[in-house]
């Protein structure tokens, strides 16, 4: 019964932020907190009031992007499947690839902002899954240092190593950086491997090194989901040199593009 009431008013509160108007919702917001959902037997905590991603979860109790989602735990399901999620946040993705995915699977989740390391690490303790998804806490890059990881607006999800507009930044924190080829080794251990990617922009710093070995012989992962919405900040055409790596478009959307090497 308790449930019930709490979903209950939050359904209710979810109505009126949509109703609501501007100054509505901004009230709404000055008293939210954390708060847990639950969907397709996944819980998850999300503060909606710093992270789209937690926001659109919040709002409509499930995570944004689920066809893109629902596509790659297709390709996951019930297999011993290694996932490297770049860009994870708070696990909108980690989490139900983690659940998703057979015996012996493994999820590294990269995530470099140490306020969603907490929240990541948080959602991944709820979902039990400690012994399947391992979260590191640093940027990608093309190369081992550091980079300052810049903030933007009051949306923590949208942190990225590209500058971002001096109206749009609110500050930033230096983190160290990697090569991606120093975590893809263990893809050998598994029978399917998966790449996600949503870095706001830095995708072709991150990507163009694995390609370019992939082009010569070297590793590349059988599915490659990749946000391109910040397409044109790129400097060369990443999803053309993706396709020249054997790869075929099964998917397009939600700001997305999902490819499949054939």
Wanted: aromatic share 6%; hydrophobic share 40%.
């Amino acid at each position: 019964m308790i449930g019930q009431i709490q979903t209950a008013e939050l359904n209710a509160l979810r109505k009126r932020y949509r109703d609501g108007s501007p100054a509505e919702r901004a009230r709404i917001n000055e008293t939210l907190g954390p708060v847990e959902i639950e969907f397709a037997d996944i819980r998850m905590i999300v503060d909606p009031r710093d992270n789209y991603t937690e926001s659109c979860i919040w709002l409509d109790g499930y995570p944004p992007e689920l066809r893109s989602l629902l596509a790659l735990v297709e390709l996951v399901e019930e297999k011993n499947a290694f996932v490297l999620d770049i860009g994870a946040n708070c696990g909108a993705f980690s989490i139900p690839l983690g659940l998703a995915c057979g015996t012996g699977s493994r999820v590294v989740a990269f995530e470099p902002n140490p306020v969603m390391i907490g929240r990541l690490g948080q959602n991944i303790r709820l979902n039990d899954l400690a012994q399947r998804i391992r979260i590191e806490g640093c940027a990608l890059s093309d190369r081992d240092g550091e980079a300052l990881l810049h903030f933007r607006g009051h949306n923590y999800g949208q942190a990225s190593l590209k500058r971002v507009r001096k109206k749009q930044r609110t500050g930033g924190v230096l983190v160290p950086t990697r090569p991606l080829s120093a975590f893809t080794d263990a893809a050998k251990n598994h029978d399917v491997s998966v790449l996600k990617i949503d870095v706001e922009g830095a995708e072709e710093m991150v990507m163009t090194p694995l390609l370019t070995e992939g082009q010569k012989g070297g590793w590349l992962p059988d599915a490659i989901l990749i946000e391109v919405r910040h397409a044109d900040q790129w400097d060369s055409d990443l999803c053309a040199m993706i396709t020249s790596c054997g790869y075929k478009t099964t998917f397009e959307g939600e700001g997305n593009a999902l490819y499949r090497r054939v």
